[in-house]
């Protein structure tokens, strides 16, 4: 899963006459985790997720029930974002349809619009877990600051995440080279058997015919052990895949 807010797609959005109605929408939409630091509800246990207006509602209560203004957030990315918005003195006049500068899509200090903007263009992530702007963005650092996205949390599960993708492209190469040896054994004994067919079989002497027999042996210990190789890398891999699955599955206790 990516750790980076990923950019978001509201399609055939419902029409409700209350923000909160959308919920279910929004968290099927977001995979149930949270559209700023991407936690999913199953590993924010316990912790009921809110509906965050993206523009907040103080400033912009024209669009308090616009689904395209909402995000699906985690209590703590919600609580750290609150009513923070463009600074006045940059130029934003709380009203889009009126707004002529579209500083909401300059580089100056704001959050990044996941549903407009794609958020890697921002944002990078280094090998500890930690987020980055990427050359200076003024939206990244201003995002990254106000929903404290490299809190302590945080980076531990994106170091978790990131050792489980790993381990599971560790697993992919081994399991193609699992694949290939048991193909070239496979190949290998064919070869032999045709050289070593019955009919030769019973003219060689009985020393030669213990050498074919401990040849065979060796080979199907071969096609046996590179077998139990792929069974066991592909255990492996359903294991993180299940892994994988229940992070990524919702919790009930996030919609209370």
């Known amino acids: 899963m990516n750790s980076i807010m990923k950019k978001l ?4 959005v419902p029409n409700e006459n209350s923000y909160e109605k959308y919920r279910e929408y929004l968290r099927i939409n977001s995979d149930y985790s949270c559209a700023y ?15 965050d207006h993206f523009r907040p509602k103080k400033y912009f209560p024209q669009l308090k029930t616009n689904c395209f203004n909402l995000r699906y957030s985690c209590p703590r990315c919600n609580s750290y974002k609150r009513d923070h918005w463009i ?3 940059v130029g934003c006049i709380n009203n889009c349809e009126e707004c002529q500068t579209n500083v909401c899509t300059k580089d100056v200090f704001r959050f990044i619009d996941c549903l407009l903007e794609e958020p890697s263009d921002f944002i990078k992530l280094d ?4 987020l980055k702007a990427i050359n200076g963005s003024k939206p990244a650092e201003y995002t ?3 929903l404290r996205l490299n809190r302590d ?3 531990k599960l994106r170091n978790v995440r990131r050792f489980l993708e790993l381990w599971k492209q560790d697993l992919l190469q081994m399991l193609i080279k699992s694949k290939d040896q048991i193909i070239n054994i496979e190949l290998q004994l064919d070869e032999f058997n045709a050289i070593h067919t019955q009919d030769n079989y019973v003219e060689y002497k009985k020393e030669d015919q213990l ?6 042996i060796q080979f ?11 069974d066991f890398i592909e255990a492996e891999l359903n294991r993180i895949e299940y892994i994988s699955n229940k992070r990524l599955s919702s919790d009930s206790s996030a919609i209370e």
């Open 9 to 12: 797609e509201y399609n055939n």
């Open 37 to 51: 630091c991407t936690i999913t509800e199953s590993e924010s246990p316990g912790g009921t997720f809110n509906l």
């Open 87 to 89: 600074s006045k003195d």
């Open 127 to 130: 090998g500890g877990g930690k």
């Open 144 to 146: 990254i600051k106000y």
């Open 153 to 155: 949390q945080l980076m």
């Open 211 to 216: 050498l074919v027999k401990v040849a065979r």
């Open 220 to 230: 199907d210990m071969l096609l046996l052990q590179a077998r139990h190789s792929k």
